[in-house]
């Protein structure tokens, strides 16, 4: 065979098998082993402030993963991702070329108005999709989207009990919400007038102000008007600092400033100053001043790839816990097909996660468990504030109020 080679230099053969396709080195011919993630990401849109550290949280976990031989049996995790930059188009169009083309088995996805747009199509192609939104609507009623913690609706209750709990004036408690007109901003305004009503705190006031907003005084001046106690802020870091700086302009030191974690953090201390002092968060996931074994894995985590970041705010840790609680429930998935990577199906993905119980994340979050019935991962959820410019505990950790009765769960 291959006679009119006789004769020829070795290399030249070399050369001319390898153009004709005829040499194999080894392990070309071995497929990857690797179960395909799907991840969307806003690094640069409106929300990049906190999505950018949220994506790294994601990719240095898998990263480590990778690095430490993968999930079993030699398989590793490809994660595809993208940044969308906060726009609903270009996450279905995205979605669509993971699923069709990519054929990835699950999605970690980002926001409000994006995961809510994809609802309905990750039931029908079975992706299980964990994202940075806790929407109540993604899991009331629960299908296809999980949450590593608890939603906006009881962030904003858990906030609300505290405060009407440490309330000690002889006169109903009034309160005051500020929102962006994303679904994001306006997931927390329903169940805050429900919650009102139940609580018999006055829910005085409702503004809006938007995202990327440089000022706020005219939406804080009909606040400051209506005499409200306390003022739920459902933004991030760029508009809860404007707010924040603009209250104190307006001399509103007696009003106190509360919101959910996408708004907590040094960064927030950084970007109003003084102003920021006093700020209470809603918190279900860990910070880096806790001592626990999960932030002493962060800072490992962030020193091995990021050495030139001192400090993280909870929004990498969140990023973090949705990479542990999906590859988790993939690695779940892999050890029921008996470690065939080319057995697991988005289907395999989703059982896992109805049957993981008490996830331990080492103290970045309290326990994570789902069921088919509950797609809120961990129940509990704590106050943080700002003091001295740092962000630290102001409560230990406690469940969140029951879920209301236009929240119904079955049985």
């Known amino acids: 065979m291959y006679k009119w080679l006789k004769g020829i230099a070795y290399p030249l053969v070399i050369v001319a098998l390898v153009a004709m396709g005829m040499v ?17 990401f806003d690094i640069t849109g409106p929300t990049g402030d906190v999505g950018a550290p949220y994506a790294d949280g994601v990719r240095d976990y898998v990263r480590y993963i990778n690095e430490k031989g993968g999930i079993g049996n030699g398989v590793k995790i490809k994660l595809i991702w993208t940044d969308y930059q906060y726009k609903v188009p270009q996450a279905i169009s995205t979605y669509t070329k993971y699923v069709k083309q990519d054929h990835v088995v699950a999605i970690i996805g980002w926001g409000t108005g994006d995961s809510e747009a994809l609802k309905e199509k990750v039931v029908k192609d079975k992706i299980p999709y964990i994202s940075a939104s806790f929407s109540q609507h993604l ?79 005219s939406q804080l001046l009909r606040i400051k008007q209506k005499k409200a106690d306390f003022v739920f802020i459902q933004e991030t870091f760029m508009a809860t600092s404007t707010i924040l700086k603009d209250a104190k302009k307006l001399g509103m030191d007696n009003v106190i400033f509360t919101g959910n974690f996408w708004s907590s953090g040094q960064k927030l201390a950084e970007l109003a100053g003084d102003a920021a002092e006093g700020y209470l968060g809603a918190m279900p996931f860990g910070i880096w001043s806790d001592n626990s074994e999960g932030i002493k894995f962060a800072k490992m985590l962030n020193a091995k790839y990021h050495p030139n970041i001192k400090y993280r705010d909870p929004q990498y840790v969140t990023g973090l816990v949705n990479a542990m609680v999906m590859i988790h429930a993939v690695e779940m998935a892999l050890k029921a097909k008996g470690g065939n990577y080319k057995k697991v199906k988005g289907e395999d993905v989703y059982k896992a996660f109805e049957s993981m119980k ?12 789902y069921s088919p019935y509950d797609h809120r991962g961990a129940k509990g959820i704590r106050l943080v504030t700002i003091k001295n410019g740092k962000l630290v505990a102001a409560t230990d950790w406690f469940n969140v109020p029951p879920v209301p009765e236009w929240e119904k769960k079955g049985e």
């Not at 008490?358 to 468990?369: A, M, V, Y």
């Open 358 to 369: 008490n996830f331990d994340t080492k103290g970045l979050t309290t326990p994570i468990s």
């Open 24 to 40: 194999f080195t080894p392990g070309r011919a071995e497929a990857k082993k690797e179960i395909k993630i799907g991840a969307l």
């Open 139 to 217: 899991v009331w009623p629960p299908k296809w989207n999980f949450l590593a913690a608890t939603t906006y609706a009881d962030h904003v209750r858990a906030v609300m009990k505290y405060m009407k709990d440490h309330w000690n004036k002889n006169r109903p408690l009034r309160m005051a919400l500020i929102y962006n007109d994303t679904g994001y901003g306006r997931a927390p305004i329903k169940p805050a007038k429900e919650y009102a009503k139940k609580l018999g705190i006055d829910l005085v006031d409702i503004e809006q102000v938007g995202l990327r907003a440089l000022e706020a005084t």
